[in-house]
């Protein structure tokens, strides 16, 4: 009896549905005339209409459940609605708060708003910004949204704007365009309040992934590095960081606003980046991601960032070699790699920065002094083998320069040549492949990279261990260029801005961070190891 009390409640349901919208069409279509001939009953059923979607009315359940079928029938009737007839209904839905409606009543929402945006040459404008408005939360939640029970919510309602500006710009290919425009007019002012800010700029990083965040990547670095900048705020930005980027795997220019950010105040800002994510990496009560994330970050950015200077380095390597030793400490058993992440993931941060610093640390005896005692070598000689679960690619690179500069001289079988990854890197990597995790790839957007190109370290120029600076040894350090690199696509790369598409294209043939295909190396008897293709960029930009 109960399964057929249900079914006949569902069936009503259904049919009140039903009918809920064709009396929505029917409503629309009658008042799609000249004023004076509506009929007033018409009329009538419209003003009730414009009620049910009025967006400072405050409901009840009942009143929300009624609004949720409202919107359902207004997006199956989208064909209907006529901006010249409908312009009350169309306002009263640009300029509805999805921050206090319940998860149904978005969904209802949002998905009328993705049909109207797709409505050639109508209201995607009008859709875009409704989309924007709703970054941060209204003045009078934003004291709440921080409180644990609203932390959840955001989270909700930020991936709920992510899905439908993704789905619309699928749908619309100049809604990205239109929307960067909306998004550079939108930016929250310098009279508005922090929470506001943090909330807006936290919620456009999370544009930063696929087509949207290539297309609109530029702006995500310039303003909001204008904006904190004006604000002398960077706290602010290390907040929005650890919310909104650090566990974002496939962010491609949000973090460069970190990077950006720290370079005009590298003593100060600069330097309490490094320690921020040592921090983080070093805090036992964090959960693994965020500390892999953490380390990941720590060494990409002291690899890469020319404004930090070595006895900054050589700290941050301090704190990351004490750390490792105590886990050496503790005789832990091999097991699985993945047991063991953090651990591998702070191994292959500590020789990936001295692939790049290496050579500078030596220049200065008492940093020297300071490196050689940390104890590199029993670390990477430790039972749990990092030396053959690290990426090989770092470790031959590694040992090639520690060797030379006479820091590490264990007895060692060297990882294939011609191998980026293995299936050890992989394991200890997970599901993320954190292995293969340096999330400052070199930065190449046309508008914003001469942000970032005077204070970045490219491979190309840097100066080893094992070259001194002659001719001879100039050459030798260009056989890492793509010409080196048998039957690669990158050979004789030109970079060209013409449009989006090829920006795309330079990024991936610049990344460091590696993809699936790869090439062996041509290496001659006499060259000694480079830095693989897929774990380096090819060239630098040109100036």
Same mark, same amino acid.
């Given at each position: 009896?109960?399964?057929?009390?249900?079914?006949?409640?569902?069936?009503?349901?259904?049919?009140?549905?039903?009918?809920?919208?064709?009396?929505?069409?029917?409503?629309?279509?009658?008042?799609?005339?000249?004023?004076?001939?509506?009929?007033?009953?018409?009329?009538?059923?419209?003003?009730?209409?414009?009620?049910?979607?009025?967006?400072?009315?405050? =409901?009840?359940?009942?009143?929300?459940?009624? +609004?949720?079928?409202? @919107? $359902?029938?207004? &997006?199956?009737? *989208? #064909?209907?609605?006529?901006?010249?007839?409908?312009?009350?209904?169309?306002?009263?839905?640009?300029?509805?708060?999805?921050?206090?409606?319940?998860?149904?009543?978005?969904?209802?929402?949002?998905?009328?708003?993705?049909?109207?945006?797709?409505?050639?040459?109508?209201?995607?404008?009008?859709?875009?910004?409704?989309?924007?408005?709703?970054?941060?939360?209204?003045?009078?939640?934003?004291?709440?949204?921080?409180?644990?029970?609203?932390?959840? =919510?955001?989270?909700?309602?930020?991936?709920? +704007?992510?899905?439908? @500006? $993704?789905?619309? &710009?699928?749908? *619309? #290919?100049?809604?990205?365009?239109?929307?960067?425009?909306?998004?550079?007019?939108?930016?929250?002012?310098?009279?508005?309040?922090?929470?506001?800010?943090?909330?807006?700029?936290?919620?456009?990083?999370?544009?930063?992934?696929?087509?949207?965040?290539?297309?609109?990547?530029?702006?995500?670095?310039?303003?909001?590095?204008?904006?904190?900048?004006?604000?002398?705020?960077?706290?602010?930005?290390?907040?929005?960081?650890?919310?909104?980027?650090?566990?974002?795997?496939?962010?491609?220019?949000?973090?460069?606003?970190?990077?950006?950010?720290? &370079?005009?105040?590298?003593?100060?800002?600069?330097?309490?980046?490094?320690?921020?994510?040592?921090?983080?990496?070093?805090?036992?009560?964090?959960?693994?991601?965020?500390?892999?994330?953490?380390?990941?970050?720590?060494?990409?950015?002291?690899?890469?960032?020319?404004?930090?200077?070595?006895?900054?380095?050589?700290?941050?390597?301090?704190?990351?070699?004490?750390?490792?030793?105590?886990?050496?400490?503790?005789?832990?058993?091999?097991?699985?790699?993945?047991?063991?992440?953090?651990?591998?993931?702070?191994?292959?941060?500590?020789?990936?920065?001295?692939?790049?610093?290496?050579?500078?640390?030596?220049?200065?005896?008492?940093?020297?002094?300071?490196?050689?005692?940390?104890?590199?070598?029993?670390?990477?000689?430790?039972?749990?083998?990092?030396?053959?679960?690290?990426?090989?690619?770092?470790?031959?690179?590694?040992?090639?320069?520690?060797?030379?500069?006479?820091?590490?001289?264990?007895?060692?079988?060297?990882?294939?040549?011609?191998?980026?990854?293995?299936?050890?890197?992989?394991?200890?990597?997970?599901?993320?492949?954190?292995?293969?995790?340096?999330?400052?790839?070199?930065?190449?957007?046309?508008?914003?990279?001469?942000?970032?190109?005077?204070?970045?370290?490219?491979?190309?120029?840097?100066?080893?261990?094992?070259?001194?600076?002659?001719?001879?040894?100039?050459?030798?350090?260009?056989?890492?260029?793509?010409?080196?690199?048998?039957?690669?696509?990158?050979?004789?790369?030109?970079?060209?801005?013409?449009?989006?598409?090829?920006?795309?294209?330079?990024?991936?043939?610049?990344?460091?961070?590696?993809?699936?295909?790869?090439?062996?190396?041509?290496?001659?008897?006499?060259?000694?190891?480079?830095?693989?293709?897929?774990?380096?960029?090819?060239?630098?930009?040109?100036?």
């Amino acid at each position: 009896m109960g399964a057929e009390e249900c079914c006949d409640d569902h069936m009503e349901v259904s049919i009140s549905d039903s009918l809920a919208f064709r009396e929505v069409q029917r409503v629309l279509q009658s008042v799609r005339m000249d004023p004076f001939l509506i009929d007033l009953r018409d009329k009538d059923e419209y003003d009730y209409l414009l009620l049910a979607v009025d967006p400072t009315r405050k =409901r009840d359940l009942d009143e929300e459940a009624m +609004l949720v079928t409202t @919107l $359902k029938a207004l &997006s199956e009737a *989208v #064909p209907k609605i006529d901006i010249m007839y409908h312009h009350a209904l169309l306002n009263n839905i640009f300029t509805m708060c999805i921050w206090y409606l319940r998860e149904d009543t978005r969904d209802a929402l949002l998905d009328l708003i993705t049909r109207l945006a797709a409505v050639a040459d109508q209201y995607l404008r009008e859709c875009l910004q409704m989309l924007v408005n709703n970054f941060a939360p209204p003045r009078p939640l934003v004291p709440t949204t921080e409180q644990p029970r609203w932390l959840a =919510r955001k989270k909700e309602i930020y991936y709920q +704007l992510h899905e439908s @500006l $993704k789905m619309i &710009s699928d749908t *619309v #290919p100049l809604a990205a365009r239109i929307l960067k425009d909306i998004i550079n007019r939108s930016m929250p002012k310098l009279f508005d309040t922090k929470a506001k800010m943090v909330s807006f700029v936290e919620c456009m990083l999370g544009l930063d992934t696929e087509r949207l965040g290539d297309l609109i990547g530029s702006t995500l670095l310039e303003k909001v590095v204008d904006l904190l900048t004006e604000l002398d705020e960077y706290c602010i930005l290390k907040t929005i960081f650890q919310k909104a980027v650090l566990k974002v795997h496939k962010s491609k220019f949000a973090q460069f606003i970190m990077f950006y950010a720290c &370079s005009l105040d590298p003593e100060i800002c600069g330097v309490d980046f490094a320690l921020f994510l040592t921090d983080i990496f070093t805090k036992e009560e964090d959960d693994a991601i965020a500390r892999m994330s953490a380390v990941s970050y720590v060494g990409s950015y002291l690899a890469r960032a020319r404004f930090i200077s070595a006895d900054t380095v050589v700290a941050v390597l301090k704190r990351l070699v004490e750390w490792c030793d105590s886990y050496c400490k503790l005789k832990r058993d091999p097991l699985k790699p993945i047991d063991h992440q953090i651990f591998y993931a702070s191994c292959q941060a500590v020789m990936y920065v001295l692939c790049f610093r290496l050579r500078s640390i030596m220049d200065y005896p008492n940093l020297k002094s300071q490196l050689f005692q940390m104890p590199i070598e029993s670390i990477l000689m430790d039972r749990l083998e990092p030396l053959k679960v690290c990426l090989p690619s770092i470790v031959n690179e590694f040992l090639r320069q520690a060797r030379a500069a006479r820091l590490f001289n264990a007895p060692v079988d060297l990882p294939l040549e011609d191998i980026v990854e293995s299936d050890l890197s992989k394991a200890f990597g997970g599901a993320n492949r954190l292995d293969m995790f340096f999330p400052f790839d070199p930065y190449l957007l046309r508008e914003s990279d001469r942000y970032i190109r005077p204070n970045f370290e490219f491979w190309s120029l840097v100066q080893t261990t094992y070259s001194n600076n002659s001719d001879d040894d100039e050459e030798l350090g260009d056989l890492d260029a793509p010409g080196m690199n048998v039957d690669s696509l990158d050979d004789h790369i030109e970079i060209d801005f013409k449009d989006d598409d090829d920006i795309e294209y330079s990024m991936n043939k610049m990344s460091i961070t590696p993809h699936r295909s790869f090439h062996p190396m041509a290496m001659s008897s006499g060259s000694g190891l480079s830095m693989p293709a897929r774990i380096r960029p090819s060239v630098s930009p040109p100036s």
